[in-house]
């Protein structure tokens, strides 16, 4: 058995709730992380390399396969996306010294400072300063670009939202052939939410939520349909087995929007699109950032859901809790604590091994697959990070055995 | 004035209905009514109500932006018709989301609950670097400087401001408050600042208390 069969045989058992040899895992690194690490394994690792790593928020490009944190730790599954935006647009991009500004083929504008990573920043969040959706009337107007078109997937890679001073990456294909062989391999798309934010802006796209709804849920249908589309051409050309939603509807301290507001304007659109993500025999993991109380956990399931992620531990998210609750039902995927235990002072491993060893109680029975509870950011010690992987190597391997932290679920 | 209704005023700031608040906004300049006292009378209740219930989780966020937005209809009207001071009743603060952060949702809605209880606000955005925030300090003057950051890769900006202030001796006579999802009372006492607000019924409360304020 190949290495990619070997780790997709392992996710898949995790997926159906099964033990398989250890517990399977996925990281998203940021870029600015990834930039650190390196450097980090260049010297800890005494590792001799000249290679400039090219990273984008996102996204990187690595050659030498001991700067590759995913390949160093040895992740099972690898997340590949092609330019799903919309439209299909070449970005019109102006840059000053301290600033990029892009068109993006979400049809909105965006300012982004460029990284300064002496300064303490890099690759920041964009600013979304215009939209070309300007009115609730606009939203009928809209023409989506054909989600199958092949330059999607086959021209290098210049959708704006992954760049770092909006660089050119490989091409979802040579993604694609470059990954096949050692991972299990994770497709991704954005629900109606997500998509329709980002193209109205989040205040406008809040208060058209709560004035006219009849034009969002016209409009959310359509970008479903987008979705759809794009995700179908996915599943053909990589044959992954599992696609991520991205959908986002909590933030620290709860929803962003009523349970009410769901059910009725999004709850419809995501269980079409997960109905289309079973037809294609694939399993549908849903991304939701910050708090998600148990009634839109529930709310998520009915509407199909295989996996949630990436249960964030500072938003108040437990995944001993969900396990206990709906562990028959749903797949965790993430929980590892980003901010407190991994974002602790370098060094810090005690805080890591509690909060890591005990996350790990979830994976009891299958239904888990490690990941932080979002992503790795660049304030994350690449010590510390290193240590969760130690962990990972020494506890993850079932049965398990989670020392002075193992818990009776 | 007795017989105009700021109950059904508060009320359309409160369902954000923007066209019945700007109406109603015409309707009792018309009759003469003071706007100091459409303010106090019609906008605040309704902006206080739809504080009041987002923090206990009755409302979310699309019913308070538009809420917002009904009030932000009215107060266009008023705004004009206001002498200096009326605008600056309780004083004037400068906010922005810091350096690196363009998160500004909590913020706006902190600005507009401020702006509806009589502050001066003057919002610098998102991304604001730290030379932007003290130019404004010297040039206004502020009782205090309220500053947002929701992402925990820029919250050491708001220690790294704080800094340049006592350097530049510009804090003895400033309030600092600060809130945004990547901070909390601790972080606030560990860099010195004067108050923390997790949302922005209680930014109203203590912006008042740093100024001296009742009510």
Known sequence: ?409 | MTDFDFAKMAESVYLGNRTDAAEMTRTALKAGIQPTTIIENGLIPGMQRLGEDFSKGEIFLPEMLIGADAMKASLALIKPLLKSDETKRHGTIVLGTVLGDVHDIGKNIVAWMLEGAGFNVIDLGVDVPPERFIETIKKETPQILGLSALLTTSTHQIGALMEELKKQGLRDNLKIMIGGASVDPTYAVRVGADGYAIDAVSAVAKAKELVGTKG
């Open chain 1, 1 to 409: 058995m190949g290495r990619s069969q070997e780790k997709t045989k392992r996710v898949m058992q995790a997926m159906h709730h099964e033990e398989a040899d250890r517990i399977p895992a996925i990281e998203w690194f940021a870029g600015e992380f990834i930039t650190r690490w390196v450097e980090w394994r260049k010297t800890v690792g005494k590792v001799k390399s000249d290679e400039q790593v090219l990273t984008a928020s996102w996204a990187a490009v690595i050659k030498n396969e001991e700067l590759d944190p995913a390949r160093y730790y040895d992740m099972d599954l690898a997340l590949a996306v092609p330019n799903s935006d919309p439209k299909f647009i070449t970005p019109d991009v102006t840059s000053t010294d301290a600033y990029t500004i892009a068109t993006s083929g979400f049809g909105c504008t965006i300012k982004k400072r460029n990284s300064r990573l002496e300064d303490g920043y890099m690759a920041p969040m964009a600013e979304y300063i215009d939209f070309s959706i300007k009115s609730p009337d606009d939203y009928a107007r809209f023409q989506f670009d054909d989600p199958k078109d092949p330059r999607r997937f086959f021209d290098p890679r210049q959708d704006i939202l992954s760049g770092d001073g909006f660089t050119v990456l490989p091409s979802y294909m040579d993604g694609i052939q470059s990954l096949k062989e050692d991972y299990c391999l994770i497709g991704g798309i954005y629900e109606a939410w997500e998509g329709l934010w980002r193209m109205r802006g989040i205040s406008n796209a809040m208060m058209d939520m709560a004035r006219e709804p009849e034009k969002v849920k016209a409009f959310c249908n359509r970008l479903i349909d987008f979705a759809v589309g794009s995700m179908q051409e996915q599943v053909r050309l990589s044959q992954c087995p599992l696609m991520y939603i991205w959908g986002d509807l909590g933030y620290k301290t709860g929803l962003m929007f009523s349970p009410r507001m769901w059910r009725d304007i999004f709850f419809p659109p995501l269980k079409r699109l997960v109905d289309a993500i079973h037809k294609e025999g694939v399993l549908a993991i849903y991304h939701s950032c910050g708090h998600n109380p148990d009634s839109t956990v529930e709310g998520l399931i009915e509407a199909g859901i295989d996996g949630l992620n990436p249960l964030e531990v500072k938003a108040g998210m437990d995944a001993l809790h969900i396990k206990r609750k709906y562990g028959d039902k749903l797949v965790i995927v993430g929980g590892i604590d980003n901010a407190h235990a991994l974002g602790a002072p370098a060094g810090d491993f005690e805080t890591i091994r509690e909060q890591v060893l005990t996350m790990m109680n979830a994976a009891k029975g299958g239904g888990l697959i490690l990941q932080t509870d979002h992503s790795v950011p660049g304030s994350v010690p690449p010590e510390n990070y290193d240590h969760y992987q130690k962990l990972r190597r020494e506890f993850g391997n079932y049965p398990l055995h989670l020392a002075e932290f193992d818990q009776v679920l």
